[in-house]
């Protein structure tokens, strides 16, 4: 049986972590709100990007002279997987998931034989990863004195993979990331950018495929497919920071919930103690005035 | 026939501009063009110079963009860049740095990049002149 002092220390520091988590959701739920307006504003450029490239690989991607991005390199055989996860923890399931993707696809590759090479984005997945694939890795990207997640970024990003694609250093490119659905849902995505894959047309969006295209199809094309993976880290990353605050916002909104039960089994626990401690006392000085 | 049409430009991070336009000239790869309503439907990609949309009530923005492309339709322009300015001064500032940086690119880079390069750097040198 604690004694009292010990029950109220504990109970003060338990109040003392409740005050800690609700802060962290409180500032958790602005930084949110911040990250989802932020993917909110980056969704028309990458929707018009998506529905002009689609329609222009759509004429231009079956032809041989196709550009290698679409077309590939014709092989498969090394891997580049790029990891993204947050630079800070506290954030619930969030890095295990990303990670969790990642690995099972890392196995996948290995057992059917291919080079696996990981560019990790924020610290948290390349801890996970470390001990069991570091091998790979390639190289890191440093989330940690980004405070907001800029075009430039990806645009860092995407620069350095196109000059690893086109030194040969792989041959296709996948991204894993956590898409945001709500606060209480994230889903894990795993997408094949290079080479570059399309959502197929939708029916009747052939009426405008009526363009003419300056200088050429071919040089639009050339031009927009570098674009085109720059905009899907980005809107990755987007995803990837909303769904962080998301997760670190359940993840303390549970924390504190759970906070203030033990705080109360704690109070009650404390109060019987209290109680025995003072029936104890009435008992002694009781028995000791009848034994005068 | 309309005399107006739908003006968006929108960079990577957000819409910058969404309005009513009568007139809308745009740096084209290969030379000024100026889309009016009821164009005929082109994409062109863009080289570093400055957008000027003129509004439905006669007044003209200008926007200073590094590239990227145009969506031209009879009833709608689009203009995605890769960076975007609006006003004067601060798209000065940012501008010469990233012309800066183009020049590194023009000096690092080899081959076919560096004639790419080089007519970039030409290109923002000349917009900056144009703001003046």
């Keep these: 049986m604690p004694s009292l002092k010990d029950l109220k220390n504990r109970i003060d520091s338990v109040k003392s972590t409740r005050k800690i988590t609700k802060a962290m959701q409180m500032v958790a739920a602005a930084k949110l709100r911040r990250a989802q307006d932020a993917a909110e504003s980056a969704r028309p450029y990458a929707e018009r990007m998506g529905v002009v490239m689609s329609g222009l690989a759509a004429s231009v991607g079956g032809s041989d002279s196709a550009p290698r991005l679409i077309a590939g390199t014709g092989n498969d055989q090394v891997q580049m997987l790029v990891v993204m996860t947050s630079e800070r923890g506290l954030c619930g399931g969030f890095n295990s998931t990303i990670v969790r993707a990642a690995r099972r696809k890392i196995l ?185 | 026939m309309a005399n107006t049409m739908q003006f968006d430009l929108v960079s990577p991070e957000k819409r910058l501009a969404s309005l009513e336009a009568t007139q809308v000239q745009i740096p084209a790869a290969e030379g000024d063009m100026t889309a009016m309503p009821d164009h005929a439907p082109v994409i062109t990609t863009l ?39 609006v006003g004067e001064a601060e798209s000065r500032s940012a501008l010469e740095g990233f012309l800066e940086e183009a020049r590194q690119r023009a000096v690092d880079a080899d081959g076919d990049h560096k004639d790419v390069a080089e007519k970039f750097v030409a290109d923002m040198v000349h917009l900056l002149e144009d703001m003046e």
């Excluded at chain 1, 059917?112 to 890191?140: A, M």
């Excluded at chain 1, 030194?167 to 991204?175: K, M, S």
């Design chain 1, 108 to 292: 996948e590759l290995e057992a059917s034989g291919k080079t696996v090479k990981i560019i990790t984005v924020g610290k948290k997945g390349r801890e996970q990863l470390k001990r069991d694939f570091g091998r790979y890795f390639v190289d890191h990207v440093d989330m940690g004195d980004v405070k907001r997640v800029g075009y430039d970024v990806a645009a860092a990003i995407a620069a350095d993979l196109m000059t690893r694609y086109d030194a040969g250093e792989f041959d296709v490119c996948t991204i894993f990331y956590n898409k945001f659905v709500s606060v209480i849902s994230q889903e894990p995505t795993v997408r094949q950018i290079i080479p570059a894959t399309f959502d197929a047309p939708e029916e009747g969006a052939e009426a405008d495929a009526l363009y003419d295209y300056e200088p050429s199809e071919e040089g639009v094309l050339a031009d927009l497919l570098p674009r085109g993976v720059s905009t899907q880290i980005f809107t990755a990353l987007l995803e990837n920071a909303a769904s962080e605050e998301g997760a670190r916002m359940s993840a303390m909104d549970n924390a504190t919930r759970n906070a203030g039960e033990m705080i109360d089994k704690l109070t009650i626990v404390y109060n019987r103690s209290r109680q025995a401690v003072i029936t104890n006392e009435l008992i002694e000085i009781i028995s000791g005035a009848e034994a005068l």
């Design chain 2, 47 to 85: 080289r570093p110079g400055l957008v000027k949309v003129t509004g439905a009530d006669g007044s003209v923005t200008q926007f200073a963009v590094t590239g990227g492309f145009a969506e031209i339709n009879g009833e709608s322009t689009s203009v995605l860049a890769e960076r975007a300015y």
